[in-house]
């Protein structure tokens, strides 16, 4: 079994910045594309930034110029650095990964963080 934890949310004023962490943990053989979604209070779900297999990035275009996805293929880990915060971008946010475990499993993107909570308020 795969899992995705992640850290780094918290309280930020408007105009601020913050890091989120991912780290994949379970018996992982290989982590082809990852992304971060995140939901606001009432919202759909929303497509922040991901990385595909390729190591092709994209981004909302809301978020453009501001967020930046990486990734570290030996720790298993991806951050989302977030700059110039607004306060309505303020929601849960979610790691998201596609999996493939040591014993040829593979999960798709099936497997999701249980996400953490951003607020941008000052």
């Known amino acids: 079994q795969v899992q995705l934890v992640e850290s780094g949310g918290g309280l930020v004023q408007p105009g601020g910045s913050l890091s989120l962490s991912c780290v994949a943990a379970g018996n992982i053989y290989s982590i082809y594309a990852v992304a971060w979604y995140r939901q606001a209070n009432g919202k759909q779900s929303e497509l922040v930034a991901s990385?595909?297999?390729?190591?092709?990035?994209n981004y909302a275009d809301s978020v453009t110029g501001r967020f930046t996805i990486s990734r570290d293929n030996f720790k298993n880990a991806m951050t989302l650095h977030m700059n110039s915060l607004k306060p309505e971008e303020k929601a849960i946010y979610y790691c998201?990964?596609?999996?493939?475990?040591?014993?040829?499993?593979?999960?798709?993107?099936?497997?999701w963080g249980k996400g953490t909570l951003v607020t941008v308020s000052s």
């Open positions: 998201n990964a596609e999996i493939e475990d040591t014993e040829g499993r593979y999960y798709g993107m099936a497997t």
């Open positions: 990385i595909d297999s390729a190591g092709i990035r």
